[in-house]
């Protein structure tokens, strides 16, 4: 098994700037990718990040690219979601995943991911 622990949240000005951090340990040699999902009041759980371990492919949602980044620390199995020019609509309860191997285009999908952090909350204020 995988265990997830997240760290980093809490309220940011609109146009300010926070960094999560995901924790993996356990069975982590069976990781195949990470990722970052949001969900907010009343909506889908959404995809905002993902990376693969051995390549380092990255992928983003529309509503992230150019302001959101994800990382690896490869040593210390942690995962950093750098969020800059954060907005009201970034609001949301973010959720680290991982996932064993599957299709990039799985990436995007909540559904194919194994392990789930506890979440924590992004709140923008304006």
């Known amino acids: 098994q995988v265990q997830l622990v997240e760290s980093g949240g809490g309220l940011v000005q609109a146009g300010g700037s926070l960094r999560l951090s995901c924790a993996a340990s356990g069975r982590t040699f069976s990781i195949y990718s990470m990722g970052w999902f949001r969900q907010a009041p009343g909506k889908e759980r959404q995809f905002v990040a993902a990376l693969t371990w051995s390549l380092g492919n990255t992928y983003y949602g529309d509503s992230v690219k150019g302001r959101f980044t994800i990382s690896k620390d490869n040593a210390k199995n942690m995962v950093y979601l750098q969020m800059n020019s954060l907005k009201a609509v970034d609001t949301a309860v973010y959720f680290c995943?991982?996932?064993?191997?599957?299709?990039?285009?799985?990436?995007?999908?909540?559904?194919?991911?194994?392990?789930w952090g506890q979440g924590s909350q992004v709140t923008v204020s304006s």
């Open positions: 995943a991982a996932a064993r191997p599957q299709a990039a285009s799985g990436l995007y999908d909540p559904r194919n991911f194994n392990y």
